[in-house]
């Protein structure tokens, strides 16, 4: 079990990149491992407070559904307002973490998740990032280059990586 498995999520000391980094990887492994997706962990901290306000993981709602936009879904629920107004409800500064980088392009034709976390604003001021996506689906990922454009800061996140890479591409065929 992975140490942040083992803690309540909310335990966690502010500023423990990796034990969040490691709690977004436990939510990983429970996407379901498809050949067609990378399996991504994430959730949203809200940082002066230390306290998740969401978690996701890949297909965990409905449709073709990634980590991020899983968890802002849920906050749009949470808070009853639609995706597209959460940056008028969500606390001052909240983190987003996630195992692999947000996607710039969704070959499904939804929404690109870096496009849902520009869509909040300046209430994401850090996104924190394990590994960057693997060129499989979508080679050049803009994601990292956009947000930092917005002046949201994108910061990676070490010691995870092997282990990621490993989850998330779990379903896929292995090359020889």
């Given at each position: 079990m992975t140490r942040a498995a083992s803690l309540h999520p909310n335990s966690i000391e502010a500023g423990d990149h990796e034990a969040y980094m490691r709690l977004a990887l436990s939510l990983a492994t429970k996407s379901p491992p498809k050949p067609t997706n990378y399996r991504v962990g994430a959730l949203v901290l809200d940082v002066a407070k230390n306290e998740i306000l969401a978690t996701g993981y890949t297909l965990e709602l409905p449709g073709n559904t990634h980590a991020e936009q899983c968890c802002f879904e849920k906050l749009a629920e949470q808070y009853s307002v639609t995706p597209e107004l959460l940056s008028q409800v969500l606390p001052d500064e909240v983190a987003l973490y996630t195992t692999v980088e947000p996607c710039s392009e969704r070959l499904s034709g939804n929404l690109p998740c870096?496009?849902?976390?520009?869509?909040?604003?300046?209430?994401?001021?850090?996104?924190?990032?394990?590994?960057?996506?693997?060129?499989?689906?979508?080679?050049?990922?803009?994601?990292?280059?956009?947000?930092?454009?917005?002046?949201?800061?994108?910061?990676?996140?070490?010691?995870?990586?092997?282990?990621?890479?490993?989850?998330?591409?779990?379903?896929?065929?292995?090359?020889?």
């Open positions: 870096v496009d849902r976390i520009l869509a909040i604003g300046k209430r994401i001021r850090t996104v924190y990032v394990g590994v960057q996506e693997p060129a499989k689906f979508v080679s050049e990922n803009s994601s990292s280059q956009k947000l930092k454009a917005a002046g949201i800061d994108v910061v990676h996140v070490g010691g995870t990586e092997k282990e990621i890479l490993e989850i998330a591409t779990a379903g896929h065929e292995r090359s020889a």
